[in-house]
């Protein structure tokens, strides 16, 4: 599979009409009465959701330079990094932070990427993901309340109190 920036444009616009607009490192409406995206984009989306879930780095290191949006969710609220750090791919996870991808980002329940990893006990995914910038104290549960959940509070305690994204996400509620 080869991606080109072209090849996303088309995918991203509909009948010469964008749909959607880059802005920083998120994809945003252009047209808010456009309720559906053409067929090409939500089969990408889910080809993308896929390799996510599959650890499929090579997919990635094509599509991210061609202008995938590294932040992109599912109709769960789930980005790639998300999808990423809960299967346990601390290289696609890392992959996806230096492109840019909000280690902060929640899904639609309130749950971070790092709090995924705390869950799935995915020691390299929490290690990538503190280096990332990951706040520990942000979410629901937060990665704190579940390392206490899951009795890993001793193992995490002093990493989590180092983290240097710790207490940055604050207020991105």
Known sequence: MTFSALGFQRVLVGQHKP???HIGSTVAMT???ATTLPPEAIELAGRMYDAARSGDATVFAQA???GL???MTNEKGDSLLMLAAYYGHA???KLFLQHGADP????DKGQSPLAGAVFKMEDAVIEALLEGGADPEFGNPNALQ???MFKQDEKWKAKFEAAPGKGKAVGKL
């Open 31 to 33: 047209d808010p009465s």
């Open 91 to 93: 290289e696609l996870v």
């Open 64 to 66: 991210l330079p061609a």
């Open 104 to 107: 902060n980002r929640l899904n």
């Open 146 to 148: 579940c390392a206490s």
């Open 69 to 71: 949006p590294v932040n």
């Open 19 to 21: 749909i959607f607009t």
